[in-house]
C-alpha cells in the first residue's frame, strides 16, 4: 500500500485496501476516554548508581533555576543515549547506551567533555545525514560576558562530535550578553530541514527564530517572520507543535514574569501573535510544558508548570484554549518546571510527570472515568518517583529496551537522577514508534513534527515526535503508546509533515516500529514491492541474529528471529 499525499481534512481510500471512516484523515477521537484494561502497577526505582550514570550537576553561574539535558540514540545502534551540561564546574557528560542497562561516559572520545555554563539542549539532526546532533544553549566560560558561546555539536557518524555553531551562525542568540535557556528543533517553514528556536531570559535579545537554509547554516528571522514581540519575552521554553491541524506547526513561547506568549504560523514563513485570543495566561510565571491529546478529541492540549497554580489548556479548535487544570487535578506542584506526558500504566490514558523545586516529584494518574470529565491523581510517592532534588529539567525514554517509559531528573545543584519504570500485570501492552524520512526530503529528519494516530476499534489515540523543549530539556524521539490489553492495533497512520500519509494495518503490539517515508507499509514487505514473497524471505533470513534498529526486525526487540519470521509468514502475499 503506497504512501498517498492528502490534506488532514480528507480521507483516504488506497488501492489495496479501503480504510474505514475510522482511520479517516482528521477524524476526531470518540471524546469519552474508556481505558482498554485495568491498569497495570507502575514501579519507578532509582537506578542512577547501577546504570552509571552518576554525576552532580555543578553550575558556576549565580542562576538558580538553570539544569537541562537531553536524550537521543547518538550513534544509531537502537539504544537511548543521555546528555548532561554539568553547568561549569566540571566537564559535560555524554553517557552512551551500552545496551544492557549500564551506560559509559563517552563525552571526551566524542569531543564534547567541555566546562562551560551550559544550560539545557535540544536533539535534532540538522543537516540531514542521518545522525543526531545536539544543540546546547551556554553562557559561556565561567566569569565570561562574551556573546557567541552556544554550542552546535554536529555528529560526525564516527562516535565524534564538532562544534560548528559560529560557522552555522548559531553561536549565539542575544546581541547584548551571554543568554540563553531553552532551545528546540521543529520545522516551521515544512521545506524538510529543521529550524531552531531558543529562549533568553536574561536580555530578552535572546529569544530567537533561525531558519534552516538547507547548506549546513542558519539565518535569524525573528524579525521578518514577524515574531519582533518575541523580544519583549523572559524566555524559558519554545516549542514547534502544530495545533490547528493545518500541519504548519504554531510557536509556544512559554516565559517568566506573565510574558508567554502563543504565535499562529500562517504557513507563509510569517507567524501572527494570538496570545490575547487564545486564551492562554499572562498573569502568570510559566516554566515548562509538555503537548499531548489528553481528551483523545483529536488536536492537541498543552500542559504548563508555574510557581503555585499549573496550566492545563484543553484545546476548543481555532487555537483557542480553556484552562482545565483545577478542575482536571492537575493545579498544583509547588515550583513546577519541567514536565512529560507520558502513558506510565500502560491503559491507553496519559498521564502527567513534573520536576520541581518543591523537594519533591509529582506524578498524575489519569484516571478519567468513562465519559466523564478529565480527571488525574497524584501518585509519585506511591509509585517510586521519590526523589527530592531540586530538578529543573525532566526527559521520558525507554532506556532499556522494555516497552515502559523511563524518567531521568535534571537537577539543579544535586546528583542527576535515573528513574527506571518496571511495569507489572497482565494487560500491559505498548507500541513505540520511530520515524525514518527515507528518501523523502521534504520530511523533517526523524520526522520532527509528524502526527500519529492509532485506530483501534472506535478510538483514535494520537501521538507525535516532538523537536522539544519542556523546560531546557528533551525526551526521545518517539511517540509510546499504551494498550492495555489490545494485542493487534487496527491501523497505524502517520501524517508526514509534508502531507503525506502512510498507513499500516493489523501491526502487532509490543514493539518499536519504525515507519519509513515512502516505503511499503505491508509488514514483512522489505523490499518495498508491494507484496511478501521469497525475496523479503531471503532479506531476512540474510539478516538473522542480534541487530540495532535495522528494518528486518518486524518486532522491535533488536534481533531478527523466530518472532520476525512469524510476522512475515501471516503477511505473505
Known amino acids: 500500500m503506497s504512501d498517498r499525499r492528502i490534506p488532514r481534512s480528507g480521507c483516504s481510500v488506497t488501492p489495496s485496501i479501503l480504510l474505514c471512516a475510522g ?22 526505582s532509582d537506578r542512577t548508581a547501577e546504570a552509571g550514570v552518576v554525576v552532580s550537576h555543578s553550575p558556576a553561574y549565580g542562576e538558580s533555576f538553570l539544569a537541562g539535558g537531553a536524550v537521543g540514540d547518538f550513534n544509531n545502534d537502537g539504544f537511548i543515549d543521555i546528555y548532561f551540561p554539568v553547568g561549569g564546574n566540571a566537564p559535560d557528560r555524554l553517557f552512551i547506551n551500552n545496551g544492557d542497562g549500564t551506560f559509559t561516559n563517552r563525552a571526551a572520545e566524542w569531543n564534547i567533555a567541555v566546562s562551560h555554563r551550559g544550560t ?68 516551521y517553514d ?51 507543535a502544530d495545533m490547528d491541524g493545518d500541519r504548519y506547526p504554531e510557536l509556544i513561547w512559554i516565559a517568566d514574569f506573565g510574558t508567554s506568549q502563543y504565535w499562529v504560523n500562517d504557513g507563509d514563513g510569517t507567524f501572527t501573535n494570538f496570545t490575547n485570543g487564545s486564551g492562554t495566561s499572562q498573569d502568570g510565571t510559566e516554566m515548562g510544558m509538555t503537548v499531548a491529546d489528553f481528551d483523545e478529541d483529536g488536536d492537541f492540549d498543552f500542559y504548563v508548570t508555574t510557581i503555585s497554580s499549573n496550566n492545563l489548556y484543553m484545546n476548543q479548535g481555532g487555537n483557542v484554549y480553556l484552562n482545565q487544570a483545577a478542575s482536571a487535578g492537575v493545579v498544583n506542584t509547588g515550583w513546577g518546571w519541567g514536565t512529560v506526558a507520558i502513558d506510565f500504566n500502560h491503559d491507553s490514558l496519559i498521564d502527567l510527570v513534573a ?118 530539556s528533551q525526551s526521545e524521539l518517539a511517540a509510546h503508546f499504551g494498550l492495555g490489553a489490545v494485542e493487534t492495533i487496527d491501523a497505524v497512520t502517520v501524517e508526514w509533515t509534508n502531507g503525506d500519509v502512510t498507513t499500516l494495518i493489523d501491526v502487532p503490539a509490543n514493539q518499536t516500529l519504525v515507519v519509513t517515508a515512502g516505503a511499503a507499509t505491508v509488514p514483512g514487505d522489505l523490499d518495498g514491492d508491494g507484496s511478501v514473497n521469497p525475496a523479503d524471505l531471503a532479506i531476512l533470513l540474510a539478516a538473522w541474529g542480534p541487530c540495532g534498529a535495522c528494518p528486518e526486525d518486524l518486532d522491535g526487540d533488536r534481533t531478527v528471529g523466530p518472532a520476525d519470521l512469524a510476522i512475515l509468514l501471516a503477511n505473505w502475499g
Open 355 to 472: 520536576t520541581t523545586q518543591s523537594n519533591r516529584q509529582y506524578a498524575f494518574l489519569n484516571n478519567t472515568p468513562v465519559g466523564g470529565a478529565l480527571h488525574f491523581n497524584e501518585v509519585a510517592l506511591s509509585i517510586g518517583l521519590n526523589t527530592n532534588v531540586s530538578g529543573r529539567g525532566i526527559a521520558n525514554l525507554d532506556y532499556d529496551g522494555d516497552g515502559d517509559q523511563d524518567v531521568v531528573f535534571f537537577p539543579r545543584s544535586g546528583p542527576f537522577k535515573l528513574f527506571r519504570n518496571d511495569l507489572s500485570g497482565a494487560d500491559t501492552n505498548w507500541i513505540r514508534i520511530t520515524l525514518d524520512r527515507g528518501d523523502v526530503t521534504t520530511i523533517a529528519p526523524n520526522g520532527i513534527g509528524s502526527v500519529v494516530r492509532l485506530t483501534i476499534g472506535d478510538r483514535t489515540l494520537m501521538g507525535r515526535v516532538d523537536g522539544g523543549s519542556n523546560y531546557l
Open 120 to 187: 539545557g539542549a535540544a536533539v535534532g539532526d540538522f543537516n540531514g545525514d542521518g545522525w543526531l546532533d545536539l544543540f546546547v544553549t551556554s553562557l559561556g566560560p565561567a566569569g565570561s560576558s562574551q556573546i557567541g558561546q552556544h554550542r552546535l555539536y554536529r555528529n560526525n557518524g564516527n562516535n565524534t562530535f564538532t562544534n560548528v555553531a559560529s560557522a552555522a551562525g548559531v553561536n549565539f542568540s542575544s546581541h547584548i550578553a551571554p543568554d540563553g535557556w531553552g532551545g528546540a528543533w521543529g520545522d
Open 23 to 44: 482511520v479517516c484523515v482528521g477524524a476526531v477521537g470518540v471524546g469519552a476516554l474508556a481505558p482498554f484494561a485495568s491498569a497495570g502497577t507502575p514501579a519507578f
Open 190 to 240: 515544512l521545506d524538510g530541514d529543521l529550524d531552531l528556536a531558543v529562549a533568553g531570559w536574561q536580555t530578552n535579545d535572546g529569544n530567537r527564530l533561525f531558519r534552516n537554509d538547507g547548506d549546513g547554516t542558519f539565518t535569524d528571522v525573528t524579525v521578518s517572520a514577524g515574531l519582533s514581540n518575541v523580544l519583549n519575552v523572559n524566555g524559558f521554553a519554545p516549542r514547534f
